[in-house]
T-cell receptor, first 114, second 111 residues
């Protein structure tokens, strides 16, 4: 069965510091992988996605993620965090059926210290 | 371009009252539609999804139901709300690209 693990519930970083949010997945085939961001009281915004090809994926707002099949991971990175990046981040794996269902991790809350 | 709307944005309802949340999508045809619930401090739980008009699949048994009366309209309902129904309800759509796009959400508080 598909599942996603985000081992860090809460991360605090200083503004300007680098960021890495961890995501591990369980899926029987080559996965479709996604990162979403959610600001308080808002819906989810797609940051980036991986379907196939280059394992390093660029997204919006300066984020990138790297798919590592050997580690079943899809970690999200940003070289320099801005205060506006404070939010909840969700990793998800798609089941690639006709319904395109997504299985989400429990999220990582990012706090940015000035 | 495609847009997704949800209303109301916030709702406070007493226990035992009915519920109707609406989601509509513009700019696309025959989308897959989804209802999620996000409880405080928790991840997203898929409640229902629909691949076409009148086609509803339920992921979690509960006192909620969903309907899709039109191609781009998805409704979440309940006949009698429970305290445990409180949460943030998100609607999403997907097309041929296997990517889901989310609406702004509805904050439901059951008192």
């Amino acid at each position: 069965a598909q599942s996603v693990t985000q081992p860090d519930i809460h991360i605090t970083v200083s503004e300007g510091a680098s960021l890495e949010l961890r995501c591990n997945y369980s899926y029987g085939a080559t996965p479709y992988l996604f990162w979403y961001v959610q600001s308080p009281g808002q819906g989810l915004q797609l940051l980036l996605k991986y379907f196939s090809g280059d394992t390093l994926v660029q997204g919006i707002k300066g984020f990138e993620a790297e798919f590592k099949r050997s580690q079943s991971s899809f970690n999200l990175r940003k070289p320099s965090v801005h205060w506006s990046d404070a939010a909840e981040y969700f990793c998800a794996v798609g089941d690639q059926t006709g319904a395109n269902n997504l299985f989400f991790g429990t999220g990582t809350r990012l706090t940015v210290i000035p | 371009s495609q847009t997704i709307h949800q209303w109301p944005a916030t709702l406070v309802q007493p226990v035992g009252s009915p519920l109707s949340l609406e989601c509509t999508v513009e700019g696309t045809s025959n989308p897959n539609l989804y209802w999620y619930r996000q409880a405080a401090g928790r991840g997203l739980q898929l409640l229902f999804y629909s691949v076409g008009i009148g086609q509803i699949s339920s992921e979690v048994p509960q006192n909620l139901s969903a309907s899709r009366p039109q191609d781009r309209q998805f409704i979440l309902s309940s006949k009698k709300l429970l305290l445990s129904d409180s949460g943030f309800y998100l609607c999403a759509w997907s097309g041929l690209t296997d990517t889901q796009y989310f609406g702004p959400g509805t904050r439901l508080t059951v008192l």
